[in-house]
């Protein structure tokens, strides 16, 4: 009689066992609506190769050495391929210099390969971006 | 048959006048090495295209035109890079060097990396470690020719993939191999790239590196880059803890990531495919990725390098790797958690992604090892250089 509280341990060990390796390995969490926001509005503007859209949430710094030769030159990598359709897969936060880091993945059908992207934020505005 | 004969007495009758020609070449162009480069020219020119008459008179007149040519093309490049230089605005870096010394699209690195031998080799040779004409010719036992042969035939295989995989469209990889182009040092002549260049930091982990996986747009990433770079070149950064380790070891105004190697040329786009699959893989490359940070923690490169491809083991120099173990051995040792982020498809590599949290507080890093099948093809660290310099 002692013992049957162990026999309910088992499945409920089971259980936490699978609910641990049903997990996705990269369990990033829930990137914030802000910076997503404020990418998908960077991705929608390469699509549209629209230099003041891509800089609409740009902080200070972002707009100072962003210039549109740049832009172009990124629109001429990936405009054509986003036009296909993309996808986001959020990969998480970096803490680094004290700001919030973002990043994720972006795929997209008509591209041979992903992207990585990071975008740091600040009072609420994208103050870099990294694509790799 | 005949044509092979033809072309061995074309050639015969080339050497033969090899001397004569070399010294007309330095008649027509002040420069020695010009004037070595042209004389090549003239002999392939005329190999390819033999005359009737292949003499003196035909070898100076093929000779004089080529001049003429390299002349004008000389003038042309002057004048659009006089214009692209009075088109930026003082404060913004050109391209060239926002994107640091060698920060090229991982595209042309997997290019590069395609290519046949002898090619690769006196390509990453010259433009990823930075190594002479000269130093190349002694190094392989070739004649500096040779070298400077190989080197224009393996770019314009570059550029003729590039082509192919962008249609055709030129301008949207151009500017991407800028890099490729070793940049000027100070008082040097722009139209003539130093033959002897002492390579910066990592070599080819301090300049395909950072490329390959810069893998950037050339504009986007190289802002926070940039920005960082002009300000290290101004201030000393040998104290602040807040720029770790690879930032260290690609030295002052070098940008965001260090990467180890090239994709292995052997990959294969099912590999490849098989590679994303979640599964034991994704324990593989945590592993592989423990591993490795052990080893520079350790400062112990033949670890470090035993679960490479061939390439990887040859692409990464051991004083570069023992300048990164300095950097970052010390970081790591005060204890980090490695975490899986996920996986990046590439043409040639599957990356995997992780992040590294420093139990000394210092700044998150991202770090990548790029798989291709079972073999390590590379490993990238980066750092926080998207961020805006510090006010």
């Known amino acids: 009689m002692k013992k049957q509280p162990f026999l309910y341990l088992v499945p ?70 986003l036009k296909q359709g993309y996808t986001l897969e959020y990969f998480g936060q970096l803490r680094q210099r004290g700001m919030a880091i973002y990043v994720w993945k972006v795929s997209s059908p008509g591209a041979q390969e992903d992207v990585l992207v990071k975008l740091a934020m600040k009072d609420g505005k994208v103050d870099g971006v990294l694509v790799f | 048959m005949g044509m092979r004969a033809e072309h061995t007495a074309d050639i015969e009758s080339l050497l033969a006048h090899a001397g004569w020609l070399r010294r007309f070449a330095a008649a027509l162009v002040k420069d020695r090495d010009d004037a070595e480069d042209l004389a090549q020219d003239t002999m392939l020119r005329v190999w390819r295209h033999p005359a009737q008459d292949a003499g003196r008179a035909w070898l100076a007149r093929v000779a004089r035109n080529l001049a003429v040519d390299r002349f004008r093309a000389t003038r042309r490049r002057e004048v659009r890079e006089q214009a692209a230089e009075s088109a930026q605005p003082s404060q913004v870096a050109n391209p060239e060097e926002l994107v640091g010394d060698a920060q090229i699209h991982r595209t042309v690195a997997e290019v590069v990396a395609g290519l046949a031998e002898p090619f690769r080799q006196t390509i990453v040779l010259r433009f990823y470690e930075g190594r002479s004409s000269a130093d190349i010719a002694r190094g392989l036992g070739v004649p500096e020719g040779t070298v400077r042969w190989r080197l ?63 893998a950037l747009v050339a504009s986007t990433v190289a802002l926070g880059i940039a920005a960082h770079a002009r300000r290290a070149r101004s201030t000393s950064t ?47 490359a945590q592993s592989l990725a423990e591993q490795l940070l052990q080893a520079v923690q350790d400062n112990d490169y033949d670890a470090f390098v035993a679960k490479g491809s061939a390439f990887f083991r ?20 005060q204890g980090r958690r490695v975490s899986p982020l996920g996986s990046v498809r590439h043409t040639r590599t599957v990356d995997w992604i992780f992040k590294i949290e420093f139990t000394d507080g210092g700044d998150d890093a991202l770090i990548t090892v790029a798989m291709n099948g079972w073999q390590l093809a590379g490993f990238f660290v980066d750092d926080p250089t998207i961020l805006p310099p510090e006010k």
């Open chain 2, 238 to 284: 040998a104290d602040e803890p807040a720029r770790t380790a690879n930032e260290a070891v690609l030295g002052p105004g070098k940008a965001a990531l260090v990467r180890l190697n090239l994709a292995n040329q052997a990959a294969h786009a099912a590999e490849i495919g098989a590679e994303t699959a979640p599964g034991p893989e994704r324990l593989d």
């Open chain 2, 314 to 333: 040859a692409a990464v120099p051991t004083g570069g790797f023992a300048s990164l173990s300095a950097k970052l051995g010390t970081h790591l040792a």
């Open chain 2, 152 to 214: 224009k035939e393996g770019l314009d295989r570059v550029r003729r993939e590039l082509d192919a995989r962008h249609r055709g469209d030129r301008s949207s990889w151009l500017a991407l191999l800028t890099p490729l182009v070793p940049r000027p040092l100070p008082g040097e002549s722009k139209l003539r790239p130093p033959e002897a260049r002492t390579p910066q930091g990592f070599s080819l982990a301090g300049h395909v590196a950072v490329a390959v996986l810069g």
């Open chain 1, 12 to 81: 409920a060990l089971a259980l936490c066992l699978l609910a641990a390796y049903a997990r996705p390995a990269h369990a990033a969490g829930t990137a914030p609506s802000e910076a997503e926001k404020a990418l998908t509005k960077m991705i929608e503007a390469v699509k549209a190769e629209s230099y003041d859209a891509f800089l609409a949430d740009a902080g200070a710094n972002l707009k100072k050495q962003l210039s549109r030769q740049q832009f172009e030159g990124m629109c001429g990598l990936y405009t054509k391929s």
